[in-house]
């Protein structure tokens, strides 16, 4: 079992940052690839971007892609997600999720049924 927390969530600006956290325990966590995913009222959970577990892949949503930053520390068992140049429609509540996986899948990886283990979620409200 792997057990995710989500955190940095908050109100924020458009045009500004947040950085959320994920933190994991449970089992070896550098041997699990990381999503992020988001959920707006009314609407599917999206893939918002995902890492490998060696951290050297990384993949992005199009709608993301130069503004958000995913990241890992596995000494700290934690994944990262930055997020810039935020925008009203970026507002959502926002999973990570985890999945063991030997090798970087993107396209596998871009859907939730992909992974195991989920966070709680976190909401990151953006005003106009």
């Known amino acids: 079992q792997v057990q995710l927390v989500e955190s940095g969530g908050g109100l924020v600006q458009a045009g500004g940052s947040l950085r959320l956290s994920c933190a994991a325990s449970g089992r070896t966590f550098s041997n699990y690839a990381m999503g992020w995913f988001r959920q707006a009222p009314g609407k599917e959970r999206d893939f918002v971007g995902a890492?490998?577990?060696?951290?050297?892949?990384?993949d992005y949503a199009d709608s993301v892609k130069g503004r958000f930053t995913i990241s890992r520390d596995n000494a700290k068992n934690t994944a990262y997600l930055q997020m810039n140049s935020l925008k009203p429609e970026d507002t959502a509540v926002y999973y990570c999720?985890?999945?063991?996986?030997?090798?970087?899948?993107?396209?596998?990886?871009?859907?939730?049924?992909?992974?195991?283990?989920w966070g709680q979620g976190t909401q990151v409200t953006v005003s106009s």
């Open positions: 999720a985890a999945r063991s996986i030997a090798y970087y899948l993107r396209e596998y990886l871009r859907q939730a049924t992909a992974y195991n283990y």
């Open positions: 890492i490998s577990w060696s951290d050297s892949s990384t």
